[in-house]
Each structure stands twice: as C-alpha cells, then as structure tokens.
C-alpha cells in the first residue's frame, strides 16, 4: 500500500524567508513523488517530480524538493518566499504500476500563507 | 489551447436530483480523470479513462457514472444526489506518451447539495 502524510495543514511566512513544506510518504515499492500547487479557484499544477534520478528535484517558480529514502521524506523548499506563493501545496505519490495509468495519491494539503 | 475546462463553475442540487458535470480539453490527451477535493483532504479519483470508450473505477465510484465517447470531453454524471456529494470536483488530462502523471487540471466545479 501507498500513503503520503503532508505534516503541516497550514505554513506562515514572511516575504523573503525560507519555506519548509513537510511531506512523508510510505511505499512498498520504489516511489515516485510530486509537487502539485493550487492556487486559489484555479487548477493544481505540477512544481516538480522525482521519478528515481538525481534525488534533489527543481521544479518551477524556484522549488526544489529532496528525496531521502531514510527518511522516507520529499520536503519541499524554496530560499526566498514571494506573495504569489500563497496557495495550496499537495504531496503526490504514484501508485505502484500507475505509469501506464497515472492513478495519483494525493495528501491532504499544505496552506502556504505569505506576509508581507 | 483552452486547457481543460469545466462546466459549470458552481451548481447548487437539490437532494435526488441529477446532473452532469462537462468537462472537455483540446490538448489532445488520451487520458482523461475526475477527482472530488473534500474540506482539509487530498483529492480523490472517482473515475478515469485512458481513451474513448474505455473508462474504470477510481477510489470513490459510488454515485457517479461516466462515459467517454470522444478524446474531447469526459462527462461526470450524478444521478441521485446527495449531501455526501457536496464537494468540488476536478478534471484532469494527460499524455500515455510522456508521463500520464503530469496532469492538467481544470479549475473546478463547486457542488452543494442540500
């Protein structure tokens, strides 16, 4: 079986500091993983990918996330917060086989507010 | 290229009542996906389709139906609705060429029943 718990529902920060958004999943297989953002009455859409290349992942807008099987984590990251950040952030893993399907398991979601 | 779009953008359904969800995309993906997004939850696959004519059961089929008779369009239909049906649902496409996990998602489509 397949899960992914994103740790925090909702993350504040202030312009131009650091994000840390929590993702830990369990796989019994070698996992792919996602980044998907939503913003608001909008859309999700695909910040990044690790499907079992380089372990540190860049995606757009300046998003990065790292792969640690230790772990089992996919923390995503981004040096310097900016105001469009501000929306719903979902973990995503894919289900074992899903490659021919594309059946996701999403988390619950991550508020991202962003103070001025 | 429009994307995928959804129809309507917030519908309000009485309890029995029935109604169909439009979703349509002009990127010509083969497949094609409806999620519901409940309250501080994760999106959840009701159905999907990997091309016309063939379509299969996700995590939470039950009071939905679809059809898939064009690559164009994916319907999601409701016949006898439901409280438990308050949700906004979402479609989705994408490419068995390239990676069918990279989805695209519509904006959604807000549903109350009351």
């Known amino acids: 079986a397949q899960s992914v718990t994103q740790l925090d529902s909702h993350v504040s920060v202030s312009e131009g500091t650091p994000v840390l958004l929590r993702c830990n999943y369990s796989?019994?297989?070698?996992?792919?993983l996602f980044w998907y953002v939503q913003h608001p009455n909008k859309g999700l859409q695909l910040l990044l990918k690790?499907?079992?290349?380089?372990?540190l992942v860049k995606g757009i807008n300046g998003f990065e996330a790292e792969f640690k099987k230790s772990e089992t984590s996919f923390h995503l990251t981004k040096p310097s917060a900016h105001m469009s950040d501000a929306a719903e952030y979902f973990c995503?893993?894919?289900?074992?086989?899903?490659?021919?399907?594309?059946?996701?398991?999403f988390g619950q979601g991550t508020t991202l507010q962003v103070k001025p | 290229n429009a994307g995928v779009t959804q129809t309507p953008k917030f519908r309000i359904l009485k309890i029995g009542q029935s109604m169909t969800l439009q979703c349509t995309q002009d990127?010509?993906?083969?497949?094609m996906y409806w999620y519901r997004q409940d309250p501080g939850m994760g999106l959840k696959l009701i159905y999907y389709s990997v091309g016309a004519g063939i379509t299969d059961k996700g995590e939470v089929p039950n009071g939905y139906n679809v059809s898939r008779s064009t690559t164009e369009d994916f319907p999601l239909r409701l016949e006898l609705a439901a409280p438990s049906q308050t949700s906004v649902y979402f479609c989705?496409?994408?490419?068995?060429?390239?990676?069918?996990?990279?989805?695209?998602f519509g904006p959604g489509t807000r549903l109350l029943v009351l």
């Open positions: 990127m010509n993906h083969n497949y």
């Open positions: 690790y499907t079992s290349a380089a372990t």
């Open positions: 796989s019994s297989y070698s996992p792919s």
């Open positions: 995503v893993v894919s289900r074992s086989g899903s490659s021919n399907t594309g059946k996701l398991i």
């Open positions: 989705a496409s994408s490419y068995s060429e390239r990676d069918p996990r990279t989805q695209y």
